[in-house]
C-alpha cells in the first residue's frame, strides 16, 4: 500500500516488468505521470479503478488514464434489481460522515446497477422521506 501515487516508483527497479494499481480512482491525477513513467520505461502497467463514481460523473483520474492506455478494458457487474448488465455503482446508505463522494464501504452502502436501475438522487430522496416521517 501506498499514500500517493509518488511512492510507487520507490518499489520499482530494474527487473520490474509488470506494475498493477487497484484503486487507482482514490489517487490525484499524480498517478497519470506515474503511470506515464513507469510505462515509458517499457514497464507493463495494469490499472484498475472504477470509472465513475454513485452520482454516474467521472471518477478522479480514471478517464484521464483511460486516454493514455494502450487498451482499456471495461467490466461490468449484475445489477442486483433486475439481473441486467451493471455499469453503476449506487450508494444505498450514507455512512458515518454522510453522503460525501470518498466513503468507503461494502455491501452495506453500495450496489451495482444498470443504467436503468440506478438513481443519483437515492440518498436525497430518503432523507427527504425519513424528515417527512418524524
Do not use: W
Not at 516488468?17 to 505521470?33: C, H, K, P
Request: glycine share 8%.
Amino acid at each position: 500500500m501506498v499514500d500517493k501515487a509518488e511512492d510507487i516508483l520507490s518499489f520499482i527497479d530494474d527487473k520490474t516488468r509488470v506494475v498493477g494499481i487497484d484503486e487507482a480512482q482514490f489517487f490525484n491525477n499524480s498517478i497519470v505521470t506515474v503511470a506515464q513513467k513507469l510505462a515509458d520505461r517499457g514497464i507493463h502497467v495494469i490499472v484498475a479503478g472504477l470509472d465513475m463514481d454513485y452520482l454516474s460523473q467521472p471518477f478522479g483520474p480514471m478517464p484521464e488514464l483511460m486516454a493514455i492506455a494502450e487498451s482499456v478494458t471495461k467490466l461490468s457487474a449484475v445489477c442486483v434489481i433486475c439481473g441486467g448488465t451493471a455499469s453503476r455503482t449506487q450508494k444505498t446508505h450514507a455512512g458515518k460522515k454522510g453522503s460525501e463522494l470518498l466513503a468507503v464501504g461494502g455491501r452495506e452502502m453500495y450496489e451495482a446497477r444498470c443504467r436503468a436501475c440506478h438513481d443519483p438522487e437515492l440518498l436525497e430522496t430518503r432523507a427527504v422521506q425519513t424528515s417527512m416521517d418524524c
